[in-house]
């Protein structure tokens, strides 16, 4: 059996000497997980890390949860927002805009198919029995309604209790802006050269700024200023795996990791490699795109976003995105298994890691895990990924 980690099992901290003046930062000390010590946890290609395949019984999603859902969406109803969207799946695919505003509101209202999965996902030119393949944001919200425990979920809301929790997995030190002195903050700097500024309370990459230490002239004015946006934590600059780098090395790329957490067993439901375009995020919002990733690591396909653009290769640096292998597959299995277990009382979450120089390092994790899909128009690959997620949650 895979043996349970002892709580600082296979850590060491980089620069040990220095632990009393990271805690008078206000910073958490760099631990890196020897993740050979989880070597014998099966990693089979299956997406499972566990010593049993396992799958869940077929049940409800909770009838309460779906009616409330809902009616959150009816009440939230933006007819011109459907509008716009079908007007753009219509020209798209040579469609009637009458034709799709039918099909997406019939599909919102008994398919639990948000709007924008019904644009991502190409259901415009999917068969019924196509369309029930996919995984849908609807969906998912009803996963994440009754299998990630309320009480829980505000650990995953805020990047500094995520950072608190999470310390051992992280890879890299961070500080509480409103904890330190102006001095503090700049010997931070000044150290990594480079850093991320976070809101704590934020997501889509919104409130992210990067600073680099050889750019800033008022060093007395930074902590206000960072204050004033509301970027209370600032992070090391992460240097990713050089297979990374070589896409874009501007930006951190992050991979989308969706699981589920079965009380034994850590299931991969989805993987998906976000790629940057040398700006602070690689999210969408600052210009990125993802592609899927089978369980191998490997992309299937182009990379493409919600804005109907799809990459070959990447627009900066002209690395194939086709061809794309993630590095250090079975390592990031075993990583993410060992986060899965942290709090086990959410189960169903959408974590972002990068690939580091020296191993998996942890982003952030989403309770609400959202949803990333295949797109038929840019892959050729006309099914989903829900008999995933029915195989391992059961529904």
């Known amino acids: 059996m895979r043996p349970s980690p002892p709580a600082h099992a296979g850590t060491t901290s980089r620069i ?39 799958t869940a019984n077929s049940q409800s999603l909770g009838l309460k949860n779906r009616i ?106 961070w500080l509480d802006v409103r904890e330190t002195t102006d001095a503090q903050l700049r010997a931070f700097v000044e150290k990594h050269e480079r850093v991320m500024g976070k809101v704590p309370f934020s997501d889509s990459g919104h409130g992210v700024e990067r600073y680099e230490a050889a750019l800033i002239t008022d060093w007395d004015g930074l902590r206000s200023s960072m204050l004033a946006k509301g970027q209370n934590l600032l992070e090391e600059y992460i240097t990713q795996h050089p297979t990374l780098a070589a896409l874009c090395p501007g930006t951190a790329n992050t991979t989308r990791v969706t699981t589920f957490f079965d009380g034994q067993n850590t299931h991969v439901l989805a993987m998906a490699q976000k790629f940057g375009r040398g700006q602070a995020s690689d999210q969408q919002t600052y210009g ?45 299995f075993i990583f993410i298994d060992l986060a899965c277990r942290v709090v086990p009382q959410v189960q169903y979450v959408g974590w972002d890691v990068v690939i580091g120089e020296n191993g998996p390092v942890l982003v952030e994790g989403n309770w609400a895990a959202g949803v990333y899909e295949n797109k038929p128009s840019a892959t050729g690959i006309r099914t989903g990924n829900r008999a995933r997620y029915q195989q391992y949650v059961g529904f």
């Not at 632990?19 to 299956?46: F, H």
């Not at 290769?313 to 794309?324: K, L, Q, R």
Request: a positive charge; proline letters at 5%.
């Open 68 to 173: 409330q859902y809902l009616a959150r969406r009816v009440r939230g109803f933006d007819a011109a927002s459907v509008l716009i969207r079908a007007r753009g799946v219509a020209v798209q695919f040579n469609k009637p805009v009458a034709l799709i505003v039918v099909d997406m509101l019939w599909s919102a209202g008994f398919r639990n198919t948000a709007f924008q999965d019904y644009v991502d996902c190409d259901f415009a030119i999917l068969t019924r029995r196509e369309r029930v393949t996919y995984m849908t944001n609807s969906l998912s919200n009803h996963i994440a309604m009754k299998y990630d425990q309320p009480e829980y979920r505000g650990l995953f809301h805020d990047k500094l209790e995520f950072n608190r929790r999470f310390a051992d997995l992280l890879g890299r030190e």
């Open 288 to 332: 990125g795109f993802f592609s899927m990733l089978d369980m191998q690591g490997h992309s299937r396909g182009p990379g493409y976003d919600s804005h109907e653009n799809v990459y070959s290769t990447h627009p900066e640096s002209g690395v194939s995105i086709v061809d794309f292998q993630l590095p250090m597959t079975p390592e990031l």
């Open 16 to 54: 040990p000497p220095h632990r009393a003046a990271r805690r008078a930062l206000g910073s958490s000390p760099v631990r890196i997980v020897d993740l050979t010590v989880y070597r014998s946890s099966v990693i089979d290609g299956s997406g499972t890390i566990a010593n049993t395949r396992a």
